[in-house]
C-alpha cells in the first residue's frame, strides 16, 4: 500500500510564500510523474504543476507562472510546490497526486494525497 501525506498550508497574507509538502511511503519501486492540484470552493479541481521522475520536465498552469515551482526529491520520495507571490485567488485545497509503481506487484497506480488548505487574505 502506497501512501501520500500532503503537509505546508496555512493562512498568509498577499504577496506572501508557503512551501507544501508531500511525502510518499509505503511499497514503492518508483515514482513517475507527481502532480499538485488544486480545488477552491465552488469550483472545479484543476492542476496546477507537474513534474517528472528525476525532475528533468515540468509544466505550470498559467495562472501560477511565474510565481510557483515544483521540485522533488526522489531519494526522499518527496515533491515540493513553493509558492511565491501569493494572491487571495490561489486559495484552494491543495492535493498532491502521484503514478507509482508498487514493490512486489509492479504495478502502476494512482494515488491521491488528502489535502492542505491554503487561504491567503487580501
Known amino acids: 500500500q502506497v501512501q501520500l501525506l500532503d503537509s505546508g498550508g496555512g493562512l498568509v497574507q498577499a504577496g506572501g510564500s508557503l512551501r507544501l509538502s508531500c511525502a510518499a511511503s509505503?511499497?514503492?519501486?518508483?515514482?513517475?510523474?507527481i502532480r499538485w492540484y488544486r480545488q477552491a470552493p465552488g469550483k472545479q479541481r484543476e492542476l496546477v504543476a507537474d513534474i517528472t521522475r528525476g525532475g528533468g520536465t515540468t509544466n505550470y498552469a498559467d495562472s501560477v507562472k511565474g510565481r510557483f515551482t515544483i521540485s522533488r526529491d526522489d531519494a526522499k520520495n518527496t515533491v515540493y510546490l513553493q509558492m511565491n507571490s501569493l494572491k487571495p485567488e490561489d486559495t484552494a485545497v491543495y492535493y498532491c497526486?502521484?503514478?507509482?509503481?508498487?514493490?512486489?506487484?509492479?504495478?502502476?497506480?494512482?494515488?491521491w494525497g488528502q489535502g492542505t488548505q491554503v487561504t491567503v487574505s487580501s
Open positions: 509505503g511499497s514503492i519501486f518508483s515514482i513517475n510523474i
Open positions: 497526486n502521484a503514478d507509482v509503481i508498487a514493490t512486489g506487484t509492479r504495478v502502476l497506480r494512482n494515488y
